[in-house]
Structures are given as C-alpha cells and as structure tokens.
C-alpha cells in the first residue's frame, strides 16, 4: 500500500477565456494553474477540482486530455504526471427540510460523467457556468442522482456558521435532510478538528475528511489528508473513505481550530468575543453575533470521545502563516526542497537553517511538532500565531 498527499476541496477562480467560475476565487486559480501548482509546489498527489461542472472548465479538462497532457484512468480520475484530478462539484441545498443553505461536495469518477452530470444540473440551477450554485431539488434528489452516477457524496466544512451541514442547515440532526446511508464521508471544514467533531454521535460512523477549500493557489493544502491506497484513483479513494480492503486515511492534517476564521463565538461588527447566548455586543452594541464552532458543537453533543478507527488529527500550521515567511522566501524554500509537503514532513530542521533564518526555522519545527501560541479566530477573522 502507498501513501497519497490528497486535498479533495479547491475551486476554480475564473476559466482559461477567464470568465469567472468562483467570483471570490482569485483570477490565477484555472484548471491548469492549480494542476501544476498542486504538484509541482505543493506536492499533493490527489487534488478534487469541485467546479468541474463548469462547461468551459470541461472544455479546458478535454483540451489538456486531446493534447497528452491529461489521461483518463481507467479506474477514475484524470492524471497529469503523478498527480490525479478527481473532477467534482460543490453545490448549495436549501430544500423545505433545510432551515439554511447546506453545502455539498460531489465527486465523479471521469469526465463523461461529470458532462452528464453537468447537462443534468443545467436544468436545475440558474447558472451553470458559476461555482456553489443553488440547486432546486432535494438534498435527496441530489444524493441519489450522485449515487446513480457511481459518484461520491460529501457534506462540505459542516460546521462553518453560513452554508453549511450543522452551521444554518439543521436543528439536531442530518437525517433531517439527507439519507445517512447515501453519505461517503464529513468534510470538517477550518474552525474544527476530529476531538471536536466526534463529539457529534450521528456521523461516528463516517470517514472524516480536511481540505482547504481553496481560493487561490497559496491556500491550496492549508488542510489534507495521507491516505493508504494501491494507486491515486476514483476507485481507490472509493475504497479508501469506507476502509475497504486496507484504503484508508493513515492522518488527517489540519489547522489547529484556534486559527479558522469562525471558530470562537464573537461579534460580527468588532469581532468582540461575546457569549454564546448574547444578543447584543456588549463592546459596540451590535446586534449581529456569530455563534462560533466550538459553541455551535457544545449544542449539538451527544458523545465525549472518538471512536477506535478515528486516525490522528495532527495539528498542522500552513507556511503561509510562518512569520517572516514571505512569498520569496517559501518559493526559496521550495525550489531547493522540492515541494511544501517535503518542507512540512521531512526536512531536518539542520537543512532548513542553511536556507531560511534560524527564527524561521525554528517556527517552522514548532509548527511541525504542533508546538506555537496561537491567538483564536472567529467572524471570518483567522486566527494567528501569537507572540512565542
């Protein structure tokens, strides 16, 4: 069994014409840029593309597949050297279960399915061309049609304050808007980790994925996983998110939930922390408070430990959030590395002196060995590593 460097939730910014696919996307994030950027900086072995529905997108994906660039394998996904891209699509639910927007991830296993796919949503969205589109259907219209397509289903950062699973979109429990039994896995989101999480009963039973959810290139593999799989494929990921056969995630990687940008509960005008039960901000007198993850999770808990087969969370720190880490020097860092996986896994902390100052290095082990101050986030303000 190999290990995989897999992030699952990267948008597209705008299309290679460069109209825009994710209007909050920065204009480099094109389908090429993040395949190259995605394997040749990052590292990553597996990326999920989740505006692949796009039609311009797939007409890029099919320009790349005519030129030799990008092959189909025969068992899902499309490979570019060693990375595979598993085309996918991010949609927003809001059905007469739902009492807010939910956000969902699904995955195809090829392109032909992904233009079904995309023919068949055209028919139920106002815009087919743009990234999170409201879909006008159950969220159980939906999951069929995905489990029809032989495709996967994946609830996105569920806990996140807008759009999402338990944020707006439920009062207790997800049964209230989707089948359980037609759902792969939980995408944590930023604010959360697997503790947290699993402090939820109902989705104990499902594999827990983290992913960046980028929106420009340096935000890709802020969060992942290393998954154990025979080979990067559609097939493979299948196997790995129910645990079949020894496919499994062997590490979640995350941001400590301190630094997501809704983890505390704080005021939305000042960002003043306030109380869970607050009505009003008692810094500003704003009326507008948002409930924080960790507030949102205590509400809904029904259990205090994590099941056996949970895998580590290991606290990691992204390099772009490195103090004096800046853009030449992590492209300094890189380009004598290889790769920011290598540069966050394995290069001694000895090698990493010769390049970057010791300061630098020293945050960087730190960050390794989830051993930095860090200053909560929360209203859609990160959180930062604090003075050390």
């Known amino acids: 069994m190999n290990r995989y ?5 990267i948008h597209i910014g705008r299309t290679w014409t460069g109209k825009p696919v994710k209007i909050t996307g920065a204009k480099s994030l094109t389908f090429t840029n993040i395949i190259e950027h995605a394997r040749n900086i990052k590292g990553l072995n597996m990326v999920g593309i989740i505006d692949s529905h ?3 997108v797939i007409i890029e994906m099919e320009s790349l597949i005519e030129s030799g660039d990008v092959y189909e394998h025969p068992d899902g996904g499309l490979v570019f050297g ?3 891209v598993i085309p996918g699509s991010e949609l927003e639910i809001y059905d ?5 927007p939910i956000h969902v991830l699904c995955f195809l296993p090829n392109l032909s399915a992904m233009k079904e796919f995309s023919n068949w949503l055209s028919g139920h969205l106002k815009n087919i061309q743009l990234s999170s589109q409201r879909v006008y ?17 994946i609830p996105a950062h569920v806990f ?4 999402s699973l338990y944020g707006k979109g439920v009062n207790q429990s997800l049964t209230e808007v989707f089948d359980p039994d037609l759902i792969d896995g939980i995408e944590l989101g930023l604010s959360s980790d697997t503790q947290m999480a699993d402090q939820i009963g109902e989705i104990h039973r499902y594999t827990f994925v983290t992913n960046s959810d980028a929106h420009s290139l340096a935000k890709i593999a802020r969060e992942y996983q290393v998954m154990a799989m025979e080979a990067p494929t559609f097939a493979e990921l299948q196997k790995a998110l129910k645990g079949e056969d020894g496919r499994k995630i062997l590490a979640n ?3 400590d939930p301190l630094l997501g940008k809704y983890h505390k509960t704080v005021c939305a005008k000042c960002l003043h922390p306030a109380d869970e039960t607050d009505q009003i901000c008692t810094q500003c007198g704003s009326k507008k408070i948002i409930k924080g993850v960790a507030d949102r999770i205590l509400e809904l808990k029904t259990e205090d430990k994590s099941p056996a087969h949970r895998p580590p969370y290991v606290h990691q720190v992204p390099l772009e959030f490195i103090p004096g880490l800046g853009p030449r020097l992590l492209e300094k860092l890189v380009d004598h590395f290889g790769s920011e996986m290598a540069i966050l896994h394995e290069v001694p902390y000895d090698a990493l002196k010769e390049v970057v100052p010791e300061k630098i290095s020293d945050l960087i082990l730190k960050a390794r060995e ?5 200053a909560a986030g929360g209203g859609g303000k990160y959180g930062k590593i604090a003075e050390q």
């Open 253 to 255: 990687y995350g941001l």
């Open 96 to 100: 007469e279960g739902c009492n807010g």
């Open 370 to 374: 989830g051993k930095v101050l860090l």
């Open 82 to 84: 060693d990375l595979t």
């Open 137 to 153: 259907i159950t969220g159980l219209v939906l999951q069929k049609k995905v489990k029809e397509m032989g495709g996967i289903f």
């Open 5 to 9: 460097y897999v992030d699952l939730h």
């Open 54 to 56: 796009s039609p311009e």
């Open 160 to 163: 996140t304050p807008f759009k």
